[in-house]
Every structure is written in C-alpha cells, then in structure tokens.
C-alpha cells in the first residue's frame, strides 16, 4: 500500500510507519549483534582479530589462533552473548610440528599438573593433533576441567576430546589410598619411587576396588605392589593392570 500525504492520513502515519520498519529493524539487529560480539571477543586480547559475520542469529567465526583454548573461548564467549543461537566456526589453528612432539608436550603438560598425583590415572592419544584423554581422577578439586585447559592451550592441539572421569568422593576411598601408599612408602622395593610427587605406577581406588596401572621394574616390584593392596584392610578386590619393564 502506498503511503500518502501527511494531511490525507494524519493518525494513520503510524501505520504506514510500522509496515516499512520490520526490515530495517531486522538490518539494525544484525549490525548490533555484530558489534556485541566483537565487544565480547574484545576482553580477551588473544580474540581481537577474530572476524565477525552475523546471519539472523547464526554467528560466523573466522582467522586464525595460536589454541584450541582460545578457539574454545571465542565460541564460548560468542554464545554467551544475547540473541546468538548458534556459532558457526571457521577458526583456524596451526598445525603441530608433529603428532609425536605434540604427545611428548602434552604428557609434559600432565606431569607438570602440581594436582596430578598417585591417586590419579590418565591416558590418550593424538591423532592429527586432535588429543584423546580418557582416566579417572579423584574429586578434591576440578582436575577434569584444569587438565583440558592445560592440553587445550599447548600450540599446535587442534582439538580435545575429554573422557576423563572424576571418581565420586568417598572417606572409605580416602582412607584405602592412604593406607596402601603408607604400606608402599616402607616397603624396600619402593623407596627410590615412594618420595617421587609422579611415581611410574599409579594406584586407583573407587568404591574400595584398587586398580594398579603403569609400569613397575620386574616381578618383584609388580607382586609386591599388589601384594600390599590385596592385604590392605577394607579392599574388596584388586586388579592388577601393571607393566613390568626390566
């Protein structure tokens, strides 16, 4: 319908004025999400070049990082904001050196974990620079989430898929734990291992069933180890998954 003069139609004006605005409201929407994203990416100074495109409520994500963290951060904060429903990511991440260098930082980056501890188990696998985790770890604190950070900000990691389970927290656990430790600690076998904050081998105790995993030097070590946590009051059954190396 064609609008008319201003004095042929007087009160009606409003009328014609809300049949022109939808699109322009819809323009004006998408150039303010647009800016809201950008000043969301903005706090981080790692974000700041990421490039910006809005559809409806589909945001596009392109450039390049240094991290799969900071990738995570820049969808993560992209969705945080209001009216984005979803994040569509072209992010782009430097490729590892190799996937052989990239495995021996990241099990730096686990080793050096100050709360990785004998109580705790991880394992994976990289492929292409995408890093597998899987483990289990005790509940004092968020291991889980601390561990995939510390991973997803190694250069070169192109993405983390986390199994890592957090073990329900329980004092009969706690105090299974600490007894096998103690009982290894006097042991002769372990002594040049008990002191060590990452000892090779690793005890795992979850609803009083102790699983030992990693690696032990010989028979001796290996029936030992399980030789105390068999004898350990209060242990329903334990399954030795140990690796002798000589």
Request: hydrophobic share 40%.
């Amino acid at each position: 319908m064609q609008c008319q003069s201003l004095a042929a139609i007087g009160a009606r004006l409003a009328v014609c004025a809300v049949v022109l605005a939808p699109g322009q409201i819809a323009a004006q929407s998408s150039v303010e999400l647009e800016q809201e994203v950008r000043e969301a990416l903005r706090r981080d100074r790692d974000l700041r070049r990421v490039g910006v495109a809005v559809t409806g409520s589909e945001v596009t994500l392109t450039g390049e990082l240094e991290t799969f963290w900071s990738k995570s951060e820049a969808i993560r904060r992209t969705l945080e904001v209001e009216g984005v429903e979803t994040v569509a990511s072209e992010l782009v991440i430097p490729p590892p050196e190799s996937d052989e260098a990239l495995a021996e930082a990241v099990g730096q980056a686990i080793q050096r974990y100050p709360h990785y501890s004998v109580f705790d188990y991880l394992d994976g696998g990289i492929d292409t620079g995408v890093v597998t985790l899987w483990g289990k770890v005790t509940a004092d604190r968020k291991k889980a989430d601390e561990i995939f950070e510390r991973v997803a900000k190694i250069q070169g990691v192109q993405d983390v898929r986390s199994d890592i389970q957090t073990m329900t927290p329980s004092t009969a656990d706690r105090n299974l734990r600490r007894s096998i430790f103690q009982a290894v600690s006097r042991s002769t076998h372990f002594e040049r291992v008990s002191r060590a904050r990452n000892p090779p081998f690793h005890i795992i105790v979850e609803r009083s069933v102790v699983t030992l995993v990693g690696y032990v030097q010989g028979e001796i070590e290996y029936r030992e180890l399980e030789r105390i946590a068999r004898q350990t009051q209060g242990v329903l059954r334990v399954d030795n998954q140990l690796q002798r190396v000589q």
